[in-house]
Structure formats: C-alpha cells, structure tokens
C-alpha cells in the first residue's frame, strides 16, 4: 500500500484480521508513528482498531500487489509508462480525484471520503506501475553507466543477436533509455510529458459532472491496460495488470452509485433543461436514416417523447430558427421549467452554504472540534502541553 489517507485509516480497516493489509499493522506495532497526536491501538482482534494520526499521509514500504517480473523487457516498459505519465494513466487518476475531493468536502462529505479512498489508491497503483516499469528495466542502468568506454555497453551484451536486440528496443524506447536512463519517467508512452491538461477538466466543482468524468475514465484507464496486456508475455507482468484492470472496474461502479446517491443528478448543475429542444432529433445527415432509442421512444433520463425532425432546414425556417416552437412531446413547460430552475437554485445554493458557514474556517477535524467546543479545546491543549 503506498499512501494511506486519513480517511481510510478512521474506519479501522488496518486489523491484522483484515487480510489484505497485514503489513500496515505489524509494521506499526513494531515502530509506532512519529509525529502523530495520538494513536490508540487496543487489542487488534477487536473489530474495531481506533487510530488518529497528524499526518495526511503515510508511506507504507509494501505494495498493494505483490508485483513481479520474469525477466527485463524494456519494450514493453516503454509501453507501460502510458499508464504512469499517461493521458489515462494512474498519476492522471490520483491527481483527478485527489483534486476533486476539495470542493466535494463540505457539501458531501460522504463522496469527500470515497473520493480520497480511490485517490490514494491510485497513488498505491502508480507505485505498482513504477516499480513494476523498473523490474522490466534491471540492468539497463547499470550498463548505461558504463559511461567512459563507449564500446562497453555493446561488448556487455553477448553476440550479435543481443546486440542487435538492445539496439531494436532502445529504438522503440528512446526517451526511456536516453532521457530517463533506466527508470520511471512522467511522460507516456510516446516520450510526452504528463500534462494536468489531462485533468483539468475533471476538475469541475459540480460533483454530479465529476462523478461521470470519473466513470468515462475508469473506462479508459480499463480498456488501456487490457491493450496493454496483449504486449507481454511474462506471466508475472499479466497478473499484475489484471489487478489493476479490475480495481478500474471496481472504481467504475463505485463513482456510478456514488452519482445514483445524488438526486436529482440530472441534468448536472442547476437548471433544467428547455422543454422546447431537450427532445428534439435533427436528421443532419442525408441517406441511411436510422432510428434507435437514441431519437424514437422516450428519452432516457427526461423520459420525453423524441420528436424526429426529418427535415431540419424546413423546420428551422418553418419556426423563424427554432424561436416560434412550443414544446411537444413532453409534459414540461417553459414556465414549469423556469418555476424549478428557481427552486433548484435555492436548495443546491442552501446546500452549499449550510455546509459552509460564513466566517471562521478550519479543515482538520480536530481544529473544527476545538472551533465548536472552545472549553473541551483547551482542556485538550492543557493536556497535551503538561504531557
Ligand atoms: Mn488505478
Ligand atoms: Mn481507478
């Protein structure tokens, strides 16, 4: 496990009786944290384990899978650093989600607490696709040092065939054999730098938009890694990869219910929708017309009636560009819609603002308490200071 956050660790999940995490608890025992306020450790066969710790996170020296490799590979090495410094690697998951928790804190602090989970468990993947990047590339370091005699590096390899091989595959691999010499770069497969371009836009403040960006890269980041396990061959390399494609699948389901839990969740943000365009079908295309849910039947979220324009020209000059039309085919209305718009705002903005109070603010809980119960907070400080 790489990092574990704060949240994770309240919920006492770090019992030896858990097996997956093991390691976390007698590591502990044998060398309890420094810097922390205060760790209570009672009998670990309870079902409970309480601890609070000072720090947010909490390198643990153990990966979350025991990742392995058969033998070097640094062609596929290359191919891997797609999913540590790529588009819809595991650096782009932690940083989306890490990122979006800020602004879900107050108003759900429920998805806060899912979003930090799945997060740092992103950042344990990351540690597992770095390492695993450096296993397939043992070796190659310590030839690149051979600095001094340039001929070195070659002699090293025995025979034509090896010679000929390394040289194909610092071919594929450029930017990882000279750029890097030998380990984990942010760049993806390509050699490009890792940009937060990629997530920006992830990052959008309204956690219904979030949760779906979460969903469409879940995706993604599955669908990569099943590419990618068509490129090797080490059995080792295969296992790894198939945990990590189905943690992909697991965080999938879990930002859909997360999105289900809000309610209503669409469509995202505040206002409704226009009844007079929401269920209409422009044709914009000539021959093969095809229909399916998509433009016959009800619409899947409004459950309106889609209203297929079989001839959009016709029907935008026939409605002075879409201004004289009254809605059809649904039982909204403007005035309805613009009713709900206002009421919409009121509660999402009253959510919003009952869940942060104008005036002093504190993020860590502990402060919060000593905000809220200012007798209980010094008492707690007295205590700490005659320890
Ligand atoms: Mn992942
Ligand atoms: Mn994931």
């Not at 009998?43 to 979350?64: A, G, N, P, T």
């Not at 590096?153 to 071919?171: C, T």
């Not at 890269?217 to 790894?240: C, G, H, M, N, W």
Request: glycine share 6%.
């Amino acid at each position: 496990m790489a990092f574990v956050s704060n949240s994770l660790l309240k919920k006492g999940s770090f019992c030896p009786k858990t097996p997956e995490l093991p390691a976390f608890v007698e590591r502990q025992d044998r060398r309890p944290w420094r810097n922390t306020a205060e760790i209570t450790m009672p009998d670990c066969f309870l079902d409970r384990v309480v601890i609070k710790i000072s720090l947010m996170f909490y390198h643990v020296k153990e990966l979350q899978f025991d990742a392995r490799v058969s033998k070097p590979d640094p062609a596929f090495a290359t191919l891997l650093l797609e999913q540590f410094g790529g588009a819809n690697g595991e650096l782009a998951a932690a940083l989306r989600y890490f990122g979006q928790a800020f602004a879900a804190r107050k108003p759900f602090p429920d998805k806060y607490d899912l979003l930090m989970d799945i997060a740092t468990e992103e950042f344990s993947h990351l540690e597992i696709v770095g390492a695993t990047i450096q296993m397939l590339l043992q070796g190659i370091n310590g030839d690149l040092k051979r600095a001094a005699d340039e001929s070195e590096i070659m002699a090293l390899l025995d025979g034509k065939k090896a010679k000929e091989e390394f040289i194909h595959q610092a071919l594929v691999a450029p930017q990882t054999l000279v750029s890097s010499g030998g380990g984990p770069a942010y760049t993806n497969s390509q050699g490009v730098p890792w940009s937060a371009a990629y997530i920006n836009g992830d990052c959008n403040g309204d956690l219904t938009v979030d949760l779906r960006s979460d969903i469409a890269a879940e995706s993604r980041a599955k669908i990569t890694y099943e590419y990618l396990l068509q490129f090797t061959d080490d059995p080792y390399v295969k296992q790894t990869l198939n945990f990590l494609m189905t943690r992909e699948v697991a965080h999938f389901q879990m930002f859909e219910a997360a999105l289900e839990s809000i309610q209503p969740n669409f469509p995202p943000g505040v206002r409704q929708s226009d009844p007079r365009y929401s269920n209409l079908y422009f044709n914009m295309s000539s021959g093969a017309d095809i229909r399916g849910p998509w433009n016959e039947g009800e619409s899947s979220q409004l459950g309106e009636t889609w209203q297929f324009i079989d001839d959009p020209v016709r029907y935008v000059m026939e409605t002075n560009g879409l201004t004289n039309l009254e809605p059809n085919g649904t039982p909204r209305t403007v005035k309805g819609v613009d009713k709900l718009d206002k009421e919409m705002s009121e509660t999402r903005s009253e959510e919003v603002n009952m869940a942060v109070p104008i005036g002093e603010q504190a993020w860590s809980q502990h402060s919060i308490d000593q905000m809220e119960s200012p007798a209980k907070g010094t008492k707690k400080r007295n205590s700490r200071s005659n320890e």
